[in-house]
């Protein structure tokens, strides 16, 4: 009889049981982030460049000036490009009348910091039974430094929307709220919304929260299109030339610009279309058939709306850490060898992502590998998951009228 290896998560436990051993695993997967920051400090690198970008827009906004421009400029900060709608930059215009340029950069940190810390404390230190730190701590190795140093608003909307979305036993409205109002700054934070169909509640309810809530996601976005006023024009500009073609960013859009696909090419959009169903479908399976409670869906359902986003960023990763270590570890229970195999797939992804660190081969990007390889993993342990199911799904499809009884019932 063949003896199956051991699996990634029972070697690296073992692995790690030695101190010397714990120090070198954490900074063996630490050091890309790690490297990237050290040489950020040694070589003075600026930082906040993306905060930079939002106040310049905000200060040239309340002058009646166009906040949009390919090379910005602001006396004292060194901004990157405005893409946000205009009404966001009259939104924060306030901020940088108080403080000024200067102050509200140091006004945005104190609490971009603490937001910075507890995403990392839940990435990968928060206790989880069914996402191992090891695999969460792993992570890591795909992100750059620049995931910090950046100051992109975005950090602290996802910071407030995991916040409530771990309270969402009690109520589930700051969740909508925050992710809508979230939407407004970035459109693609209406992904967030598959964890109302991740729940751990009837699937008839879960139908019912999502529908109202993308309505009302898509009609707020609607209306700040529609009301984008006199700069309108030079924002859609922006949008093309520097969120759609420039940065592609790290998802499914870095996947088709790799392929030499334009990201509004019609066969790409039909792909992204195609793309979202089946991984939605995907984590909807891995939400029922998994295992998992109630709290566990909901991270877990985090992490599968960053796969929804097609401009993924790397500042849009957090939720993944534990969800990815989620999804490898309900492959579990699918037997020794599956697990085995998805365990080091996913573990080789990432000692690959940190060797292509040390010895920078810069034509290999770590993030859009590994993301790319989290996606091949989910769906590889959702279809792992199905297939047992397959009798029972099979009866769906030939007579679908008791199942729909039973979801109208709120029986499923």
Same mark, same amino acid.
């Given at each position: ?6 699996d990634?998560?029972?070697w690296f436990?073992?692995?790690?049981a030695?101190?010397?051993?714990l120090?070198?695993?954490?900074l ?7 490297g990237?920051?050290?040489?950020r400090?040694?070589k003075?690198?600026?930082?906040l460049?993306?905060f =930079? ?8 906004v ?14 004292g900060?060194?901004p990157?490009?405005?893409?946000y709608?205009p009404?966001?930059?009259?939104f924060?215009?306030?901020l ?5 340029l ?18 990392f ?12 730190w ?5 992570t ?15 950090l ?21 709220a925050? !992710?809508?109002?979230g ?12 964890v109302l169909?991740?729940? =751990?509640?009837p ?8 529908l ?5 996601? !898509? ?10 006023g006199?700069f ?7 949008l093309?030339a520097i ?10 859009f870095a ?10 090419a019609?066969?790409? /959009?039909?792909?992204l279309g ?9 984590s909807?399976v891995l ?12 991270i ?9 986003n097609?401009?993924?960023? =790397?500042y =849009?990763?957090?939720t993944l850490?534990p969800?990815?270590?989620? !999804?490898?570890?309900?492959a ?9 195999? #998805?365990?080091?797939?996913?573990a ?6 940190? !060797?292509?660190?040390?010895?920078e081969?810069?034509?290999i990007?770590?993030?859009p ?6 996606g /091949? #993993? /989910?769906?590889a ?7 047992p ?5 099979r ?5 679908p009228l008791p ?9 499923i």
């Amino acid at each position: 009889m063949t003896t199956l290896p051991m699996d990634a998560l029972s070697w690296f436990e073992r692995f790690t049981a030695r101190k010397r051993n714990l120090w070198f695993f954490s900074l063996f997967f630490l050091f890309p982030l790690l490297g990237n920051l050290i040489s950020r400090l040694t070589k003075a690198r600026y930082w906040l460049p993306d905060f =930079d970008a939002l106040i310049c827009g905000a200060h040239n906004v309340s002058r009646g000036l166009s906040p949009y421009s390919l090379h910005p400029m602001c006396d004292g900060i060194r901004p990157t490009p405005y893409v946000y709608a205009p009404q966001i930059g009259h939104f924060f215009a306030p901020l940088e009348q108080a403080f000024g340029l200067e102050g509200a950069r140091w006004a945005f940190m104190l609490v971009y910091a603490p937001a910075m810390l507890w995403l990392f404390w839940y990435a990968i230190l928060k206790p989880m039974e069914k996402a191992p730190w090891h695999f969460r701590l792993m992570t890591l190795a795909a992100m750059v430094g620049s995931v910090m140093s950046c100051g992109n608003i975005g950090l602290l909307l996802h910071t407030l929307v995991i916040l409530a979305a771990l309270q969402m036993s009690k109520s589930r409205l700051p969740f909508i709220a925050i !992710v809508i109002c979230g939407a407004l700054v970035k459109p693609v934070f209406v992904t967030y919304l598959i964890v109302l169909l991740l729940e =751990d509640r009837p699937l008839m309810a879960r139908l019912r929260t999502f529908l109202l809530s993308a309505t009302a996601g !898509v009609s707020a976005l609607l209306t700040l299109f529609l009301t984008a006023g006199r700069f309108s024009d030079d924002w859609h500009g922006a949008l093309n030339a520097i969120v759609i073609l420039e940065q592609p960013g790290i998802g499914f859009f870095a996947t088709t610009s790799a392929l030499g696909l334009s990201t509004g090419a019609p066969l790409t /959009l039909i792909g992204l279309g195609l793309f979202i169903i089946g991984m939605g479908l995907a984590s909807l399976v891995l939400a029922e058939w998994g295992g998992l409670n109630g709290e566990e869906r909901i991270i877990f359902g985090l992490g599968a709306a960053q796969f929804l986003n097609p401009r993924l960023m =790397d500042y =849009d990763m957090f939720t993944l850490a534990p969800c990815m270590a989620m !999804v490898v570890m309900m492959a579990k229970p699918l037997g020794q060898k599956p697990f085995t195999w #998805i365990s080091w797939a996913f573990a080789g992804t990432l000692i690959f992502c940190v !060797v292509c660190n040390i010895l920078e081969i810069r034509a290999i990007h770590r993030a859009p590998v590994a993301v790319f390889a989290y996606g /091949l #993993i /989910l769906l590889a342990v959702a279809g792992l998951t199905a297939w047992p199911q397959r009798t029972r799904i099979r009866g769906w499809f030939r007579n679908p009228l008791p199942v729909l009884q039973d979801i109208l019932a709120q029986r499923i």
